[in-house]
Each structure stands twice: as C-alpha cells, then as structure tokens.
C-alpha cells in the first residue's frame, strides 16, 4: 500500500465524499488481500476468499469514518488501522467456521458411498454384454466369470472351483482366443 496517494486521500477520506471512499479501497485492497492470504490455510481457502476479509473490514473502517469521525495522523497510520483491522475480521470469520474446520476431511478420506442405482437402460445393457459374454466363453470358463460378477476374488474363485489360483487369474487376464472375440463384440456394441 504506497502512501503517496493516501496521503493525498487521507483529508478526503473523513468526509462522505464517496470517491475518496472508493478510491481509497482501490488503494489498500491488494496489500490488505496479501495480509489475509498469508494467514489463509488450504482449509480456510475453501470456505471463503481474502477479498471476503477485506470488503468486511472495509465497511467496519466506512462506518468508522462516517459516523464515529475516526481521524488519522498520516497514511502510515491509516495504513496500520487497516492492516490491524483486516487480521481482526479474519479471526472472526475463522472463530465462527473454526469446529466446521476441524470436523471436516477430505472426500477420499470419508467412508466410501455405495454406487447410486443403474437406471433400467443401464441395467438392460448390462445384461445383454454379459449374455454375449457368456455365449462367446468356453463353457468351463462360465463358472468362474459368475463368481468374478458376484465380487469373489481369484483366491475365492479358485477355492469354489478346485482350481489353482494362477489359472484362475490366467482365465480371466487372458488376452486372446474368446477374450478377444468378446472384446470385438464390445466394440461393435458401441
């Protein structure tokens, strides 16, 4: 915040002249933004913006100047009322947002949330891939793709099954013969 040009608006700045009023904010918002973002965390970011702090101190600071007639020496001064006034309205915004702050975590962090229901197309469309699936695997291999779409692991699979885990897991990863022919039939699909 230079003080050439408050000093200039200083005089003005006591009277109801609205110019001086706006001019003068135009002058201290940068620096008093840079005040509040230096204390901001990255939680406090996400609930409200610097400019929040400063428009809130600034018309704390208009009320001030109109109807208790606050006089300052010289823009130093002035300078330091804002910056003093502007740290101020930031503890009180963050006293009134402090327990949402610290209850809060991150999404990822959060119990996972079930998936919302398929809609009827959806649940059509999986249901014919799945008999095209079917159709184009061989039929000893049917078992294991129903206990896979159930949710069971390889390991599971493989108990349910009688098979080695490792063929389990080559069945389902293989990259040729009816894995292919139904990889082309997805495609078609699309």
């Known amino acids: 915040m230079s003080e050439g040009p408050l000093d200039a608006l200083l005089a003005r700045l006591c009277t109801d002249d609205d110019a001086a009023i706006a001019d003068a904010f135009r002058a201290c918002e940068p620096d008093l933004r840079m005040v509040v973002r230096r204390r901001l965390s990255s939680d406090?970011?996400?609930?409200?913006?610097?400019?929040?702090?400063?428009?809130?101190?600034?018309?704390?600071?208009?009320a001030g100047f109109r109807r208790?007639?606050?006089?300052?020496?010289?823009?130093?001064?002035?300078?330091?009322?804002?910056?003093?006034?502007?740290?101020n309205r930031l503890v009180d915004r963050f006293r009134r947002i402090r327990l949402a702050v610290e209850h809060e975590r991150p999404?990822?962090?959060?119990?996972?949330?079930?998936?919302?229901e398929p809609q009827p197309s959806e649940r059509l469309d999986?249901?014919?891939?799945?008999?095209?699936?079917?159709?184009?695997?061989?039929?000893?291999?049917?078992?294991?793709?129903?206990?896979r779409r159930e949710g069971a692991s390889a390991?599971?699979?493989?108990r349910r099954t009688?098979?080695?885990?490792?063929?389990?897991?080559?069945?389902?990863?293989?990259p040729a013969g009816w894995r292919a022919s139904a990889a082309r039939a997805v495609s078609r699909r699309g």
């Open 44 to 62: 406090l970011r996400a609930k409200f913006d610097s400019l929040d702090v400063v428009q809130s101190a600034w018309v704390h600071a208009l």
């Open 155 to 158: 390991g599971e699979v493989a």
């Open 107 to 116: 999404l990822e962090d959060a119990e996972q949330r079930p998936d919302p």
């Open 162 to 174: 009688g098979l080695n885990e490792g063929s389990v897991r080559r069945i389902l990863n293989a």
């Open 68 to 87: 208790a007639g606050w006089r300052f020496v010289d823009a130093g001064h002035l300078r330091a009322f804002l910056v003093r006034l502007t740290r």
């Open 126 to 147: 999986a249901e014919e891939l799945w008999a095209r699936l079917l159709a184009l695997c061989p039929p000893g291999h049917r078992e294991i793709l129903r206990y």
